[in-house]
């Protein structure tokens, strides 16, 4: 229905979102979010039903699946007991595409405008290769693509759920997080430290690492920006520049403790399920925790708390 005034032909709907918001703005909200529903729901009918329903179909009638993404490291390593849960009945192809734009651009970002570039996946590469259940990683040229695990990012969806399960909604493939799902060996040298990976983006403003001070041993293993970010705290931090996200898995594995925040270290120590505390995010708390050995935190005391009982364990 359209309406004629002053010259100016307006919707019904319009008209009706109009008179809500001058008079009753409770109407107003509910209105604006039924129509958002709607907006959703076609969008999802139109653009992405049927892809959801096929990749059903390929899981049940072929035997060798390839999977696409594109996102950050963590992002791919998220989907990885997607990966070892179907290599069970299926051969298991992933492919990488390199230098699609990020979203939301953050500054000292390892991979700068890109999810991820040349470099990250080859620091990646070591990682992915150790785990036997994939049979090939390679890099994105117009491969002929099963699943697309980028499409988590196109659904008319919030991501402000748990990132591990971002896969499973795509596949439908619901593995047991609670079981390791990385393979990597033991370093030879970082071993029984307290190690630490804490990005710059989703820290906790509710906490600090002062307590820290007290001990010997503690390892930085990102990148150096954002150890000297840290270094402000804890005065005895050290810095280990890893060759790769193997080294970083293998110094992960054979520590005391890991500590982190959302960024590929608590993803790996996720994988491993070592003792590992994560510093939760308030405001985008996608990362979690799952299995035994590992705690989260939003405030200082039970930081501290949970630190004292995975140290003395």
């Given at each position: 229905m359209k309406i004629i005034f002053l010259g100016v032909t307006l919707t019904?709907?319009?008209?009706?979102?109009?008179?809500?918001?001058?008079?009753?703005?409770?109407?107003?909200?509910?209105?604006?979010?039924?129509?958002?529903?709607?907006?959703?729901?076609?969008?999802?009918?139109?653009?992405?039903?049927?892809?959801?329903?096929?990749?059903?179909?390929?899981?049940?009638?072929?035997?060798?699946?390839?999977?696409?993404?594109?996102?950050?490291?963590?992002?791919?390593?998220?989907?990885?007991?997607?990966?070892?849960?179907?290599?069970?009945?299926?051969?298991?192809?992933?492919?990488?595409?390199?230098?699609?734009?990020?979203?939301?651009?953050?500054?000292?970002?390892?991979?700068?405008?890109?999810?991820?570039?040349?470099?990250?996946?080859?620091?990646?590469?070591?990682?992915?290769?150790?785990?036997?259940?994939?049979?090939?990683?390679?890099?994105?040229?117009?491969?002929?693509?099963?699943?697309?695990?980028?499409?988590?990012?196109?659904?008319?969806?919030?991501?402000a759920f748990d990132s591990m399960k971002y896969g499973s909604h795509i596949t439908g493939v619901q593995p047991d997080l609670t079981q390791t799902f990385l393979n990597v060996e033991n370093h030879n040298e970082l071993k029984d430290k307290i190690v630490i990976l804490r990005s710059l983006r989703y820290q906790n403003h509710f906490i600090n690492y002062d307590f820290l001070n007290n001990y010997i041993d503690i390892y930085f293993i990102g990148t150096f920006t954002e150890y000297e970010n840290l270094k402000q705290n804890i005065k005895n931090l050290k810095f280990y520049e890893c060759k790769n996200f193997l080294e970083m898995a293998e110094i992960i594995k054979s520590c005391k403790l890991f500590i982190g925040n959302s960024s590929l270290g608590f993803t790996i120590a996720e994988g491993l399920k070592i003792p590992r505390l994560l510093e939760a995010s308030p405001w985008n708390p996608s990362q979690q925790v799952h299995g035994e050995n590992g705690y989260d935190f939003f405030f200082q005391p039970h930081f501290e708390k949970f630190f004292k009982l995975l140290y003395n364990k």
């Open positions: 019904f709907s319009f008209v009706l979102r109009v008179f809500y918001k001058l008079f009753n703005k409770v109407k107003y909200k509910n209105y604006k979010n039924s129509l958002k529903i709607e907006k959703d729901k076609r969008l999802f009918k139109e653009k992405f039903e049927k892809y959801i329903q096929q990749i059903q179909e390929v899981l049940k009638k072929k035997k060798e699946i390839s999977f696409l993404h594109s996102g950050h490291t963590g992002d791919i390593i998220n989907i990885l007991p997607i990966l070892k849960e179907l290599s069970k009945t299926h051969v298991c192809k992933l492919y990488i595409k390199l230098d699609k734009p990020t979203i939301t651009f953050y500054s000292g970002h390892p991979a700068g405008q890109y999810f991820m570039n040349n470099k990250i996946y080859n620091m990646l590469y070591p990682l992915l290769k150790k785990q036997k259940y994939i049979s090939l990683i390679d890099i994105f040229t117009n491969q002929n693509i099963d699943i697309n695990f980028d499409l988590i990012r196109e659904l008319p969806i919030q991501l």
